[in-house]
């Protein structure tokens, strides 16, 4: 089993910032990747950020040039930084880590998500 733990959403201004953290534990062999995905009202979940553990990344179109997605390994914790945050980028923020929990098995877990909140 793989938990994933995310903090830092809420209610910013627009133009303002807000970092996420989330961390993953449990009985993990290795972790592949981690990253950040939203989904608000009425829309599909999509991708805002994804890093692997050799410090590839890459973006969603709408928020390449705003965020920076960063990693601590040695700690299995994904943070986002976002900033410029528009009314559009109002969602619940969902983590995902994809790795292995044995040399034979692999995870693909979620959090519950955090939600944030962008006003005009």
């Known amino acids: 089993q793989v938990q994933l733990v995310e903090s830092g959403g809420g209610l910013v201004q627009a133009g303002g910032s807000l970092r996420l953290s989330c961390a993953a534990s449990?009985?993990?062999?290795?972790?592949?990747?981690m990253g950040w995905y939203r989904q608000a009202p009425g829309k599909q979940r999509e991708l805002v950020a994804r890093?692997?553990?050799?410090?590839?990344?890459n973006y969603g179109d709408s928020v390449k040039g705003r965020f920076t997605i960063s990693r601590d390994n040695a700690r299995n914790t994904v943070y986002l930084q976002m900033n410029s945050l528009k009314p559009e980028d109002t969602a619940v923020y969902y983590c995902?880590?994809?790795?292995?929990?044995?040399?034979?098995?692999?995870?693909?877990?979620w959090g519950q998500g955090t939600q944030v909140t962008v006003s005009s």
């Open positions: 890093i692997t553990n050799g410090g590839s990344t």
């Open positions: 449990g009985s993990i062999f290795s972790v592949n990747a």
């Open positions: 995902n880590s994809m790795g292995r929990l044995t040399s034979l098995h692999s995870f693909d877990s």
